[in-house]
């Protein structure tokens, strides 16, 4: 089990994801998922710090003018833009996750010949939700 650690108490992750990061997250399923796997990752250590808890300000661990912070509404969502044919696997989440831009990117570049899970591509103009702009994307760690 992981477990997290903040002046609330102990909560093991992913089960009580809800409880460290807030039910409010956008991305609640996503991000404990993706923590642990970041803290399992074969390269990781023993211990992970994160300088953030919800309803409180970011803090970093360096004297620095900038850094990433942590698992937050603002960090876990991103834009990406696209041209109008790229070969995106079909979802109804309206979002789109790392992996999948990158499929997209290899399907483009003829290096990934296998079709996606369920068979059916999607092209950025056909997404009813984003047919004009940026397609958004959901930026928690793959592997």
């Known amino acids: 089990q992981l477990r997290a650690f903040t002046e609330e108490g102990e909560f093991l992750l992913p089960q009580q994801t809800a409880e460290v990061f807030g039910d409010d997250h956008p ?11 970041l803290c399992r990752h074969e390269d990781g250590g023993d211990l992970t710090l994160l300088g953030w808890k919800k309803n409180s300000d970011n803090i970093t661990f360096a004297t620095e003018n900038g850094s990433h912070a942590g698992l937050t509404h603002g960090e876990t969502t991103a834009f990406s833009l696209l041209p109008q044919d ?8 309206g979002y789109y996750r790392p ?18 899970e369920d068979s059916s591509l999607d092209t950025y103009s056909d997404k009813k939700k984003v047919s004009a702009g940026p397609v958004p994307l959901a930026t928690p760690l793959e592997s």
Do not use: C, Q, V, Y
């Not at 991305?27 to 796997?37: N, P, S, T, V």
């Not at 992996?99 to 996606?116: F, K, Q, V, W």
């Open 99 to 116: 992996t999948e831009l990158r499929e997209a990117a290899l399907r483009h570049l003829g290096r990934l010949s296998d079709e996606p």
């Open 86 to 93: 790229a070969p995106l696997a079909k979802n109804d989440r």
């Open 27 to 37: 991305f609640l399923e996503l991000i404990g998922e993706d923590l642990e796997r």
